[in-house]
């Protein structure tokens, strides 16, 4: 048995488990996390540091700084690895949501 392959395996986080721990990043204007607002486009666990590419509810969002931050962490928590994190132009709108009837808790 490879037993090095095994560890390595097991030591990779995958794109799930790094999403679960992104449900816990709020954005604080709208009280939903950036996983149920569907801001989070890609995960790319190739590349080191690792990059999520991800939207913000309007372009200039005066919680940017501290949700981009929030991502980078729990990421790091996740992988061990450093993280970045890239704004897209792309616009979000509410349609972009797994469930967009979350908004009308809000």
């Known amino acids: 048995m ?8 097991s030591d990779m986080a995958t794109d799930a488990e790094i999403r679960t721990a992104l449900e816990q990043v709020v954005d604080p204007e709208i ?9 989070v486009r890609e995960i790319d666990l ?5 990059v999520v ?3 913000l509810t309007t372009p200039f969002c005066p919680y940017a700084p501290q949700i981009i931050q ?3 962490d ?3 928590a996740v ?4 993280a970045e994190v890239e704004i897209l132009a792309e616009q979000w709108t509410p349609e972009m949501m797994p469930d967009p009837g ?3 808790r809000w």
């Open 74 to 76: 729990a990421v790091t």
């Open 70 to 72: 929030q991502v980078k």
């Open 46 to 50: 190739s590349v080191e540091p690792n």
């Open 2 to 9: 490879n037993e090095l392959n095994t560890i390595e395996d």
């Open 79 to 82: 992988t061990g690895k450093g």
């Open 31 to 39: 009280n939903l996390s950036i996983i149920e607002l569907g801001l």
């Open 102 to 104: 979350l908004l009308g």
């Open 53 to 55: 590419r991800m939207l």
